[in-house]
């Protein structure tokens, strides 16, 4: 034990000698270290995220849709065609899909893009959606004001909206707007509901939202004459949550066994229709990240290689100046191990160091994103473990050539360098 604490206390007062050598040589170290800290930072924050968001989506709700979801790319000319002649969801297959032992949620949801909501000399871009009444529970939402909907809204086709916060903070500011009237360029409808906010998703607002009944949304918004991909992605959709009872995968099938009888389709026939879930975008998405997580490791990797280098020739530039002290210390009686253990604990020292300064540069920048963009940062531990670890490697792997030099000097030799 005394040896080890001699060896650090030897270590830290050659560094401590050169200090500007000392730091130059380990900026690999640091810049590796640091971009290490600071990427996971930010993706492990990002990933914290993205799983709230989406587990409020619900793990068991299947999303009925004439398309695949996807995180990348674009629909190609020749598949929005296809699906723009396949028929499209009714309010009828929600229907069927209610009675469905295996499903205890299921509301139909038509999307309307592009209108502007006014209350009084105030607006707001919205993009409403004409919904049932189990819809509000399916999407995670949950109200701070005012009712929800119920079945008469939809079979009577009321003019009402539940609106989400962002869209009170724009219109009404600090007034009550239950009971109030907005215009939605087609007609006035009545707020009878405000909803709780859920915050934003990688810069989307989850609180810009407008409800209303679904057959609302068909009759002053109907899609007739829209074709290409915008009659695609606007079509009708259908969201069933699965009860907790049942496992996801047989609920799923019952769905879609139900869908291709009613749609008449025979067994060699392809589904044309898609059943999404939340985990089908966490899955997505860990790829995603996890080839972002890979490419981030390699570049550091690039700069702890080079770092690791620029240790391995400060070192056989030390091992050549200190030749002298090296063949005094064999004459007094260190052995070859004593003076590999010397210089392999400088380099490990030189390269913990750089660690330690990459960490804290890492946890600052990863601090800063946090508080200056909306991207939130979470610092994982096994990150700083990781980011000390590979500095500690580096100096040791380095090391060892410029030590195992150092330890084969013939003394004799060394006291007569000049």
Not at 38 to 59: C, E, F, P, R
Not at 241 to 257: F, K, S, T
Not at 272 to 286: D, G, I, P, R
Request: aromatic residues 8%; positive net charge.
């Amino acid at each position: 034990m005394n040896g080890f604490v001699e060896l650090l206390k030897s270590a830290w007062l050659t560094l401590n000698t050169n200090k500007l050598r000392s730091l130059l040589t380990t900026l690999g170290i640091i810049v590796g270290v640091s971009t290490v800290i600071a990427m996971v930072s930010v993706i492990d924050g990002i990933n914290k995220y993205v799983y709230q968001v989406l587990g409020s989506m619900g793990t068991s709700t299947v999303y009925v849709q004439k398309y695949r979801w996807q995180l990348t790319g674009r629909l190609t000319r020749e598949e929005i065609r296809k699906l723009a002649m396949t028929p499209d969801l009714t309010i009828d297959d929600a229907r069927a899909i209610r009675s469905l032992e295996e499903v205890d949620l299921v509301s139909a949801v038509q999307p309307v893009r592009g209108l502007t909501a006014r209350y009084q000399e105030k607006t707001v871009d919205v993009d409403p959606a004409g919904v049932e009444p189990d819809y509000i529970a399916l999407g995670g939402y949950e109200l701070s004001a005012g009712r929800p909907f119920i079945e008469n809204d939809v079979i009577y086709r009321n003019n009402v909206v539940i609106i989400g916060d962002f869209i009170k903070q724009r219109l009404f500011g600090e007034e009550d707007p239950v009971g109030k009237e907005i215009w939605l360029e087609r007609g006035k409808f009545v707020v009878i509901g405000v909803l709780k906010p859920k915050g934003q998703l990688l810069g989307q607002n989850l609180d810009n939202v407008v409800l209303m009944p679904i057959t609302t949304a068909q009759k002053y918004f109907p899609m007739r004459g829209r074709f290409g991909g915008f009659r695609v992605y606007m079509s009708l959709q259908i969201s069933a949550r699965v009860r907790e009872d049942v496992p996801l995968e047989r609920g799923m099938q019952a769905i879609e066994n139900l869908l291709r009888e009613r749609r008449g389709l025979r067994f060699d026939e392809d589904n044309n229709f898609f059943l999404n879930t939340s985990e089908m975008l966490v899955s997505a998405y860990k790829q995603i990240t996890g080839g972002i997580f890979i490419a981030m490791i390699a570049i550091a990797s690039m700069a702890l290689i080079v770092g690791g280098i620029g240790i391995m020739n400060i070192m056989l530039v030390s091992v050549t100046e200190r030749t002298r002290e090296i063949g005094v210390r064999k004459a007094v009686g260190a052995t070859p191990r004593d003076i590999m253990l010397l210089f392999l604990t400088e380099a490990v020292a030189l390269t913990t160091s750089g660690g330690v300064i990459g960490v804290v540069i890492g946890l600052i920048f990863g601090k800063v994103v946090d508080i200056l963009t909306p991207l939130p940062a979470s610092i994982p531990l096994w990150s700083v473990i990781l980011g000390l670890s590979f500095s500690t490697v580096v100096g040791l792997f380095f090391g060892i050539y410029p030590a195992r030099k150092a330890s084969k000097l013939n003394p004799v030799e060394a006291l007569r360098y000049e």
